[in-house]
């Protein structure tokens, strides 16, 4: 049913340039900086997926000043040029390299056995190694929370989705937050447009005004410029942003976003590399940990459905609420989650089926 699609796929490529360690006796080596590289798989300007990372960069300097040095490489190409990127980032001496898209994987587990002594952290894969974590976010503990304020303020009962590609992490967002939207709105239902990229500014907006014209009038996305926000603005509809706060884009009517916040988990990374204590994990961390967050509520949204969005984020933190707990059926009306079951996590991460409520 859906293609062997990569986590992000932008086809462009630019480099940063990166600083050559220092050569010397261990006394050289041990006062050098310890040298982090970074991948990403589109421009640091995106105001989502790849501007998120990039402020986890960010805090890492702030965290340990001149004791490291950072780089990176934005717009890479998923493919032979990431293990080109990723290959030159361990030839320049970095020590740790973090690789921020699942269509890196492969090219990052083929340059990690190449060079032992780097450890490299791979951001929503799956796959280990000896010197290779995996590390990833429970977005759609969020999407749970936007569909939960998009059912108290929509008087269409239709929401718009702009959706990148058909892979397990964006149907189960999509299915997550029509789920949540239907608790209040059962009569509900969601319409997905699919662009086929995670940055193209100008299919987001086009999806944006299709949906809108359809009868759509909330609009969330699974992309990472900031268009649909300004679209879903300019004709006075509610909208979400994506990983980043976007309010400035459209103050009147951006309700909220989901917030990826790697600072934490990268700060905690390079201090291990530092102190020696760094070993290989897969994590899968959420709302719990702080990895996941929300924006800023716009003063706008009636009390009630801030009200319920806060008793959906708090239940998610504190365990009591799950947004794929059963009775759950697919587009066919069949039972896929009984009743008091939860979806395991391997089914999550598998999701190749749409809840009731979605036209995709």
Known sequence: MFKDLSRRHFL???????????????????????KVGFVYVGPVGDFGWTHGHDLGRKAIEKEFGDKVKTTFVENVAEGPD????????????????????????????????????????????????????????????????IGTIAGHVTETGKFGYIASFPI????????????????VRPDAEIKVVWVN???D?????????????????????????????????????W??????????????????AILDVWDNYYVDRTRAVMDGTWQTSNVWHGMKEGMVQMAP?????????????????KSIIDGSLHPFAGPIKDQSGAVKVPEGTTMSDGDLLGMDWYVEGVSA
């Open 12 to 34: 462009a490529g630019s480099t940063a340039a990166a600083g050559a360690l220092s050569l010397g006796g261990p006394a050289a080596l041990a006062a050098d900086p310890l």
């Open 82 to 145: 990431a293990e080109r990127v990723i290959r030159q980032l361990a030839s320049s001496g970095n020590k740790l390299i973090f690789t921020t898209s699942f269509g890196f994987m492969n090219q990052t587990v083929k340059v990690a056995k190449q060079f032992p002594d780097v450890m490299f952290e791979h951001a929503t894969g799956f796959k280990t190694a000896p010197n290779l974590s995996a590390y990833n976010a429970r977005f759609y503990e969020g999407r749970a929370v």
């Open 168 to 183: 397990p992490e964006v149907v189960m967002g999509i299915n997550a937050f029509i789920l949540a939207a239907r608790k």
């Open 197 to 199: 990229s995670w940055y």
């Open 201 to 237: 500014p100008g299919k987001e907006a086009d999806a944006t005004k299709a949906l809108i014209d359809q009868g759509c009038d909330v609009i969330t996305q699974h992309t990472d410029s900031p268009a649909p926000v300004q679209t879903a603005a300019s004709r006075g509809v």
């Open 239 to 256: 909208c979400f942003g994506q990983a980043s706060d976007m309010t400035t884009f459209a103050p009147e009517h951006h309700a909220t």
């Open 297 to 313: 509520y716009n003063e706008r949204l009636p009390a009630a459905a801030v009200e319920a969005a806060e008793a959906v984020r």
